[in-house]
């Protein structure tokens, strides 16, 4: 058996778009993420210039048991006409890891959401028989969802996981408080980077932990 790597089965990667449309999206997973106890993984910790993007892409996926991919943002770019294949590259990764990967990484479980459950068959249909799950289009919704999934994982016997709307009120509360939390450490709460976003989650949900 291989040995796991460091935090391997509380490491969630997140791939997701990563612009302004998409933003609240994101740091609602991040903050459920964290409020469930395990701890959120993405690409933009890929941040070393001294290192190949890819192969830091690469080395989180492979350092992650669950991994969340959110196919919605998959459409023709309004600029570019181009589509945006980051996400289901990386689900590609991940399931290439998960397929060729150590005994670890063969037991590593993944959620693929997009807007409609089947709406991937016409433009990624060779990942069809995996289950697709449909987020709706609000915070709450998507917080419910990555709620249930990681339900799934955990024992209830020894672990109570709050409802999704529980973690989407706690959400809120956490929004109001951030910029307070920012003033203290001197950050815009308006240009968070991940690392910093993730941290002020962690340091909120430390000092507002559920009775």
């Known amino acids: 058996m291989a040995k796991p790597p460091a935090n391997f089965l509380r490491n969630v990667f997140i791939n997701c778009p990563f612009d302004e449309t998409y933003t609240p999206v994101f740091n609602a997973i991040v903050f459920a993420v964290h409020d469930i106890g395990f701890r ?22 492979s350092e992650c048991k669950y991994s969340i991919h959110d196919l919605s943002h998959t459409a023709l770019d309004a600029v570019t006409g181009l589509p945006r294949f980051n996400m289901p590259f990386e689900l590609g990764l991940d399931l290439g890891c998960k397929r060729f990967g150590n005994s670890l990484q063969k037991a590593k479980i993944s959620l693929v959401l997009d807007i409609e459950a089947h709406r991937y068959e016409t433009f990624i249909s060779d ?21 249930d999934w990681l339900r799934n994982e955990l024992d209830p016997r020894i672990v109570i996981i709050p409802s999704g709307e529980n973690i989407s009120n706690r959400y809120s509360d956490f929004q109001i408080a951030l910029p307070s939390i920012c003033a203290k450490l001197k950050w815009n709460p308006n240009k968070l980077k991940f690392v910093d976003f993730s941290f002020a989650v962690a340091t909120w949900i430390e000092a507002n932990q559920i009775a």
């Open 127 to 147: 990942v069809k028989g995996q289950d697709i799950t449909a987020r709706g289009n609000s915070v709450t919704e998507v917080i419910e969802v990555v709620r």
């Open 40 to 61: 959120p993984r993405c690409a933009l910790e890929a941040s070393n210039a001294g290192q190949f993007r890819l192969d830091k892409i690469m080395d989180i996926i």
